[in-house]
C-alpha cells in the first residue's frame, strides 16, 4: 500500500489552464504538506495543514488554493497556469508535534507549455 | 533563502568507498534530517538528529551535528551502487514542522 500518493504523476497542460493535484496519505498523519521543487532541484515549502487547517503558506500566488477536504488528504489546485509554475510538486505527511519525520509522495511532474 | 547549503554539490566515488556529504545552516533548529532522492522519485527519510544529539547511527549511516558550528555531515560507509543518490539535509526549526532543505549532493558510486 502506498503511504502517500498523488496524482497524476505527469500533467502537461498550457498556460493559462486551471489543473489540480491530488494527495491522499493513509499514514493517519494529521499534518500534510506541499513542496515545490524546481528544475536545480531545490525544495521549497508551500503550505502546511494540521488537521484541515491552514498553518503555513509560504509567500505561494493566490493562483494556488490548497483545499484539505479532511485530514487525509490535501489537493492542490492552481489556476491560470504560468510557464514558471514548471516543477515537480511534492505532497508530504507527518505526525506533526516535534522531531517527525515526513512522508513524500512520489511527487507530480507539472509541464507548462 | 534556502537555510541549508551543502557541499559538495557533486560527489563521484568508487563502490566499497566512504562518501561524506556536509550541511550548514544559518539558525537555531529543533532537528535536521535527512533524505534521499532517487532520480525521478519522492524523498525518502534516511535519518533525523536532535539539537540536543551529537552524533547517531543507522546501518551504513553516520550523522554528526554541530549546532555551535551550525553544521551537519552524513557519512556513508561501504557504499553500494544502490547508494546513488540525491542527498538532502533539511532543518525543522519548530515553526508548524516545516522542513527547510539544503540543495543537496548527487552521490554518484561506480561499481
Known amino acids: 500500500d502506498t503511504a502517500v500518493s498523488q496524482t497524476p504523476k505527469y500533467l502537461v497542460t498550457q498556460m493559462g489552464n486551471d489543473k489540480s493535484i491530488k494527495c491522499e496519505q493513509n499514514?493517519?498523519?494529521?499534518?500534510m504538506y506541499w513542496y515545490k521543487q524546481d528544475s536545480k532541484k531545490f525544495l521549497k515549502i508551500m503550505f502546511s495543514y494540521n488537521n484541515k487547517e491552514l498553518i503555513i503558506n509560504e509567500t505561494v500566488p493566490n493562483r494556488f488554493s490548497p483545499k484539505s477536504p479532511d485530514k487525509a488528504h490535501l489537493n492542490l489546485h492552481i489556476n491560470s497556469l504560468e510557464l514558471g509554475d514548471s516543477a515537480v510538486y511534492f505532497c508530504?505527511?507527518?505526525?506533526?508535534?516535534?522531531?517527525?519525520?515526513?512522508?513524500f509522495g512520489q511527487g507530480t511532474r507539472l509541464t507548462v507549455v | 533563502s534556502q537555510q541549508g547549503e551543502e557541499d559538495p554539490q557533486a560527489l563521484s566515488i568508487q563502490e566499497g568507498e566512504n562518501a561524506t556529504m556536509n550541511c550548514s545552516y544559518k539558525?537555531?533548529?529543533?532537528?535536521l534530517q535527512w533524505y534521499r532522492q532517487n532520480s525521478g522519485r519522492g524523498l525518502v527519510h534516511l535519518i533525523l538528529?536532535?539539537?540536543?544529539?551529537r552524533e547517531k547511527h543507522s546501518g551504513r549511516l553516520r550523522v554528526t551535528l554541530d549546532t555551535s558550528k551550525k553544521s551537519s555531515s552524513l557519512l556513508i560507509t561501504a557504499s553500494r551502487a544502490a547508494d546513488t543518490a540525491s542527498y538532502f539535509c533539511?532543518?525543522?526549526?519548530?515553526?508548524?514542522?516545516?522542513?527547510?532543505f539544503g540543495a543537496g549532493t548527487i552521490l554518484r558510486v561506480k561499481s
Open positions: 539558525t537555531s533548529i529543533n532537528n
Open positions: 508530504a505527511s507527518s505526525h506533526g508535534g516535534t522531531n517527525t519525520e515526513a512522508f
Open positions: 533539511a532543518t525543522d526549526a519548530g515553526y508548524g514542522n516545516k522542513l527547510v
Open positions: 538528529i536532535r539539537s540536543n544529539e
Open positions: 499514514l493517519g498523519h494529521d499534518t
